[in-house]
């Protein structure tokens, strides 16, 4: 999706990486399921996660990419917004983010 110019759909699965990573810890470290909600910042806290000011930004801004129960109008309009550089970052963040919060895992 990088290589073909779809930034959107990049940055839809790295919401959706740290979502299911944050959700494994959550059933993890509390034995229960974990909320069926979507964001990532509200989720960190039963993880049980201590994040500082820049993770708890990042969550925040990677959470305004699940895509799924949006508009199509509202898809189109963040589809043209987002460059190559945000998209590689972005996705530089969340495999250090993922990494980090997979390791956490028994």
Request: aromatic share 8%; glycine share 2%; net charge positive.
């Amino acid at each position: 999706m990088q290589a073909s110019g779809r930034y959107l759909y990049v940055l839809f699965c790295c919401q959706q990486a740290i979502e299911k990573a944050l959700k494994a810890l959550i059933v993890e470290r509390t034995g229960k399921f974990p909320p069926r909600i979507h964001n990532l910042p509200r989720l960190a806290k039963p993880a049980k996660l201590e994040l500082d000011a820049a993770q708890m930004d990042f969550l925040a801004d990677l959470s305004n990419y699940y895509i799924q129960t949006r508009y199509p109008e509202e898809i189109s309009s963040m589809a043209t917004s987002l460059t190559r550089e945000k998209a590689e970052q972005t996705l530089r963040m969340t495999e250090d983010m993922a990494t980090w919060l997979l390791s956490m895992l028994k």
